[in-house]
């Protein structure tokens, strides 16, 4: 650990910051293990093994990015709502792009994207005592600086950067300060009407056609209409034959057709 870049009126008071770490996810973990109290944050400039969903690499270079994890300790009314948890994390940044002027989308479940490229990714993971989430890790990754996004060829869904899209390199930290302070005010209403309302008007591809592939090779593909949301989050479909399906959040990819 390094003396951290955090503004001193950072509003988290348990933060770690690495220049350079091998993944957040991976130390935020051993930190709860050891006792990180909820809402504990750890930050770093550069991941050297920065990791995605579906086992993919995350790439974090350093003085580029927003790569944190923040230490969850679920409270008991929050037990039911573990689901929301990822797209918790893509309304907080979504909500501090928004405050810089710009008009982010959130692809379901949790991706979020700017000009219908991805700006941000979240990997939720969490450790268990029985059926009982003792601690859940948001790692979220937000390609700040153009040098952070990359090339389509390297990417299943198109990358972009704040910077790309804004048209100026905002500062880092205070984006940070933005996302975090936007996330403690959105864990009050986790799972309420409010939380899904927020979260299906910001759902990018609605009314349009949409792939969903299985992220582990097997199953069919859907097809289908974007509707919107359904119970507990899971999306809804119009097929082509008629009939509306629940796609729920899960090991699926979501594209435009
Ligand atoms: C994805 O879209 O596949 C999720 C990407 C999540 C990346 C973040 S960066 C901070 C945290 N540490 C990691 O190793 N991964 C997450």
């Not at 379901?108 to 941000?120: A, G, H, I, S, T």
């Not at 979220?140 to 950067?161: C, H, K, Q, W």
């Not at 910077?163 to 984006?175: F, S, T």
Request: hydrophobic share 45%; charged share 20%; aromatic share 6%.
């Amino acid at each position: 650990m390094v003396p951290s870049p955090l503004p001193s009126n950072f509003p988290l008071p348990n933060v770690r910051y690495f220049a350079s770490v091998g993944s957040t996810n991976d130390e935020a973990m051993a930190w709860a293990a050891e006792g990180a109290p909820d809402m504990a944050l750890v930050v770093a400039d550069e991941q050297t093994a920065g990791r995605g969903r579906f086992q993919r690499r995350w790439l974090t270079p350093a003085g580029t990015a927003l790569a944190f994890s923040l230490v969850v300790r679920p409270r008991p009314a929050e037990s039911h709502d573990l689901g929301v948890f990822s797209p918790w994390g893509a309304l907080g940044v979504a909500r501090a792009l928004e405050s810089l002027g710009l008009r982010p989308e959130v692809k379901w479940p949790n991706d979020v994207l700017l000009d219908r490229r991805k700006v941000c990714g979240i990997l939720v993971e969490s450790s268990w005592l029985g059926d009982t989430a003792q601690v859940v890790v948001m790692g979220i990754g937000v390609n700040v600086a153009r040098a952070a996004a990359p090339p389509d060829s390297e990417t299943l869904f198109p990358a972009t950067s704040v910077e790309a899209v804004l048209g100026r390199l905002p500062d880092r930290w205070a984006l940070l300060v933005a996302i975090t302070g936007e996330m403690q005010a959105l864990r009050e209403h986790l799972g309420t009407p409010a939380f899904y309302g927020e979260w299906e008007s910001r759902l990018a591809f609605r009314g349009e056609r949409v792939r969903l592939s299985s992220g582990i090779g097997r199953g069919e593909d859907r097809v289908g209409i974007l509707k919107g949301l359904g119970p507990g989050g899971a999306l809804r479909l119009l097929l082509d034959n008629g009939r509306e399906t629940l796609v729920q959040v899960g090991e699926v990819h979501l594209r435009p057709e």
